[in-house]
């Protein structure tokens, strides 16, 4: 008997910056993974209501419209065990960062390891 093998976990990478969303998007697709794009967390949140399979969100933490954490917080109501990867090249002054936090610039390399460590950690919980 054979088994389909699982479907390969979609990202949904939400960035305002053109170049860093392509570049991860890119690295993250490398790694076999299915990943969706957004500008910002208004686009997002769109994306996200037509396409429930989102296993795990990567953004950025200031965009215009809807910043990194209203979108997670938006998010995590509907679909409380997705994990986020916060990313950011601005520090957030006297706030501390969200966690987990990848600064940038950061390689493509780290980005795609911290991504596995959160599918592996919520597979963990999910089983």
């Known amino acids: 008997m054979t088994h389909a093998s699982p479907r390969p976990a979609t990202?949904?990478?939400?960035?305002?910056?053109?170049?860093?969303?392509?570049?991860?998007?890119?690295?993250?697709?490398?790694?076999?993974?299915?990943?969706?794009?957004?500008?910002?967390g208004l686009e997002a949140l769109g994306l996200f209501t037509q396409d429930a399979r989102i296993d795990l969100l990567v953004t950025d933490v200031r965009m215009p419209h809807t910043d990194g954490i209203v979108l997670a917080a938006?998010?995590?109501?509907?679909?409380?065990?997705?994990?986020?990867?916060?990313?950011?090249?601005?520090?957030?002054?006297?706030?501390?960062?969200?966690?987990?936090f990848l600064a940038k610039p950061f390689e493509m390399r780290t980005l795609?390891?911290?991504?596995?460590?959160?599918?592996?950690?919520r597979e963990g919980v999910d089983a």
């Open 11 to 40: 990202i949904l990478v939400v960035d305002d910056e053109p170049q860093v969303r392509r570049l991860a998007s890119r690295a993250l697709e490398r790694e076999g993974y299915r990943v969706i794009e957004a500008t910002d």
């Open 74 to 100: 938006a998010l995590r109501r509907r679909f409380p065990a997705i994990p986020v990867l916060f990313i950011s090249g601005y520090p957030r002054g006297t706030e501390p960062a969200p966690e987990p």
């Open 112 to 121: 795609c390891d911290r991504v596995r460590e959160l599918l592996d950690t």
